[in-house]
């Protein structure tokens, strides 16, 4: 009997092991059958490179995370099958991007960088260095890339960054280096002569925490920028200037000292032939009218920002006689206090040219709504047919008066839409903003601000002045009453409706943009971004 049942376990034993066995040739037949496996290598190459990190990190997915997450897809293509190695491995472009992001061990990331090198073969080479604390990390990385500068085409360098001084890595040749990122240790003022002076393709240089040398020399050099920092030398940023003929954008954001210095540098950028972009720091009202006024721009297309305007309205109100070419595009980066001041100062400073889109955020302490209404029918705000107000401007008894306006967005996710409709209601015969066909309202409502717009909408109808389409965002108050007052009654999705903002908007400097443009030439749009402060 026991030995029966010992018979029986060990049948058993052996049934399991023989189902594993014909469970692991199922998926190795299934695999060479699959589809994937017969996949052209080059292909699959191409299929791999998916793989590689967005160019833009965000706040959820920092930079190195990107990177990380890239080279271990890397290693799992490594580990499928033979033939996928084989393609990954024959793919060299595939292994061009170096990232030394952090690893458990030092061995590791040696053995990381010995892969890629040898793998990507002669390819130009791509290395990120994401911020981190390790400084064995920055030692090893730069020691292992170092007989490779020469393959270098783009170097980014993140927080707390090296001191270049010290690293034989940046004295080596980098003929084919055309974007350098980085970010220098506090105590580094000046950056010393960057590789050797042999970058003849440079095209992107971006520092933070430093300032190039006088020995630099950037013949090729397309876009400049300098990040916040407080060295003030503004004579290192002149010579680059004189050694960069091709630059097209150049971002000075370093606390240079106020007066002479920053004219100096308007005046000789503007000399540059093919300069598109100019965006300075901490300019008062004062200089950027002196500037304006004394200033010869260039004759093609220039956009300057003047970021960070300390100014009040008595000041900045001054640019208002300028005679601003047409072809001049200028965003004014300031914060909320001198908002609605700006506001004003835009459109007036343009002159003639039409506005045809408004995104306005108020309401500033320097320049009240009423004084903003009481310049309309003046200004080129008589042209404008779109309207985005994120907040309301204060004055419950200032009516909206734009005379072309058509489409109108009030309100903001997550605030209350209160206020808005008193701007709308007609006063006796005169019905304010008459062209509106469109009304978005992005706030919240409850059921009074409801009968509140219930009203306008009614007495504007009476007017001859029915609404023919209202786009709510709120879903959860009821909107009956609003239904008898238009023509049609739509909720927006999750992303809304709305006006599009333009490319400038969309870029993350870090600062509320105020910015007006002219584009296409007989169109000028002025948009506001809708960003408040946390409540």
């Not at 058993?12 to 040739?25: C, G, I």
């Not at 990385?141 to 980014?156: D, G, I, N, S």
């Not at 209601?425 to 919240?444: D, F, L, N």
Request: charged content about 20%.
């Amino acid at each position: 009997m026991t030995q029966r049942r010992v018979d029986v376990e060990e049948l058993n034993d052996l049934e399991q092991r023989l189902a594993q066995v014909v469970s692991h040739t199922r998926s190795i037949l299934n695999a060479a059958r699959s589809p994937a496996s017969k996949l052209p290598a080059e292909l699959l190459s191409q299929i791999f490179a998916c793989l590689r990190t967005p160019e833009v990190p965000t706040r959820d997915h920092p930079l190195e995370d990107m990177w990380g997450a890239f080279n271990e897809s890397l290693a799992t293509v490594n580990l499928v099958c033979r033939y996928w190695r084989q393609a990954a491995k024959g793919a060299k472009d595939l292994w061009t991007h170096i990232a030394a992001v952090d690893a458990p061990d030092l061995r590791q990331l040696r053995l990381m960088f010995e892969l890629f090198v040898e793998r990507s073969a002669s390819f130009p080479l791509s290395l990120t260095v994401p911020r981190t604390d390790d400084w064995e990390h920055y030692t090893l990385t730069f020691a292992k890339m170092e007989p490779h500068v020469h393959r270098l085409q783009t170097l980014t360098i993140g927080r707390p960054g090296i001191d270049p001084s010290n690293a034989g890595f940046f004295f080596q040749p980098a003929p084919l280096l055309k974007e350098l990122r980085m970010v220098c240790l506090p105590d580094v003022k000046t950056l010393p002569e960057v590789f050797g002076g042999s970058v003849p393709l440079l095209r992107t240089l971006d520092l933070v925490g430093c300032m190039p040398g006088s020995t630099n020399r950037f013949t090729n050099l397309s876009t400049l920028s300098l990040g916040p920092s407080k060295i003030g030398n503004f004579n290192d940023v002149l010579l680059m200037l004189e050694g960069s003929p091709c630059l097209e954008h150049l971002y000075l954001h370093q606390d240079l000292a106020p007066g002479q210095p920053r004219a100096i540098i308007l005046r000789e950028s503007a000399k540059l032939d093919h300069l598109k972009t100019l965006s300075l720091w901490r300019f008062t009202a004062e200089e950027i009218i002196a500037l304006l006024h004394s200033v010869t721009l260039p004759q093609h297309g220039l956009a300057m920002r003047f970021v960070d305007i300390r100014s009040e309205d008595s000041t900045f109100a001054r640019i208002y006689p300028l005679d601003i070419p047409p072809h001049l595009s200028i965003f004014a980066a300031t914060r909320l206090e001198v908002l609605i001041t700006q506001l004003y100062c835009a459109f007036h400073a343009v002159g003639d040219h039409s506005a045809t889109a408004v995104q306005w955020h108020s309401n500033g302490p320097y320049l009240s709504t009423s004084a903003v209404m009481r310049h309309v029918a003046q200004g080129p705000f008589n042209q404008v047919r779109e309207l985005w107000m994120p907040v309301h401007p204060g004055g419950v008894n200032i009516p909206l008066e734009f005379p072309a306006l058509e489409f109108l967005v009030l309100g903001r996710e997550r605030s209350l839409a209160l206020g808005f409709s008193r701007m709308l209601a007609p006063r006796g015969e005169k019905v304010p903003s008459p062209r509106i066909e469109t009304i978005e309202i992005h706030g919240c409502v409850d059921l009074v601000i409801v009968a509140e717009f219930a009203t306008v909408f009614h007495d504007r109808a009476n007017a001859g002045r029915r609404l023919k389409k209202l786009r709510m965002k709120d879903r959860e108050t009821c909107l009956v009453p609003l239904e008898h007052e238009v023509d049609e009654l739509e909720f927006l999705g999750e992303l809304g409706g709305g006006m599009e903002l333009p490319e400038i908007c969309e870029m993350d400097l870090g600062e509320r943009w105020l910015s007006w443009r002219r584009d296409p030439s007989d169109h000028l749009a002025w948009y506001w971004p809708s960003v408040l402060p946390e409540e």
